[in-house]
């Protein structure tokens, strides 16, 4: 990675558990495609009061962006409902396991993997 990696903690204390995780999971991701330029991944919890502490029941918002040659992917997680990523590991991993969906996606059309959808519409002249 050109730009090193950038974790933020947005209304929770930093974790190094969560931190060592989210090291993992980038190292896979640039096991996949290489020439990843640069990531940042955001965890964030919208808490009803002013406490730093995560209260059981807030759910965890993940962010995370990838920088690739030509292309920014990004996967948001903003659950809606209450009860949906109360587990910091459990929203990591969902976050982690879409952005590495987009990024096959990307690097298999980088290398030319994917077949050009055939012009469907043509109207044949009589």
Not at 19 to 37: A, G, H, W
Not at 93 to 112: M, N, P, T, V
Request: aromatic residues 4%; hydrophobic residues 40%.
């Amino acid at each position: 990675m050109q730009i090193p990696l950038q974790i933020t903690f947005h209304g929770i204390d930093h974790s190094d558990a969560v931190e060592t995780r989210i090291r993992e999971k980038i190292s896979k991701l640039q096991v996949i495609f290489d020439r990843i330029t640069s990531c940042r991944v955001v965890i964030e919890v919208h808490h009803r009061n002013t406490s730093n502490l995560h209260r059981k029941g807030e759910p965890f918002h993940i962010r995370v962006s990838l920088a690739v040659p030509g292309a920014d992917l990004v996967v948001k997680r903003d659950p809606k409902d209450i009860h949906e990523n109360e587990d910091i590991f459990v929203a990591l991993r969902e976050a982690f396991d879409s952005i590495e969906r987009q990024l096959k996606d990307y690097a298999a059309r980088q290398r030319g993997d994917v077949k050009t959808r055939a012009n469907s519409g043509a109207i044949a002249e009589v």
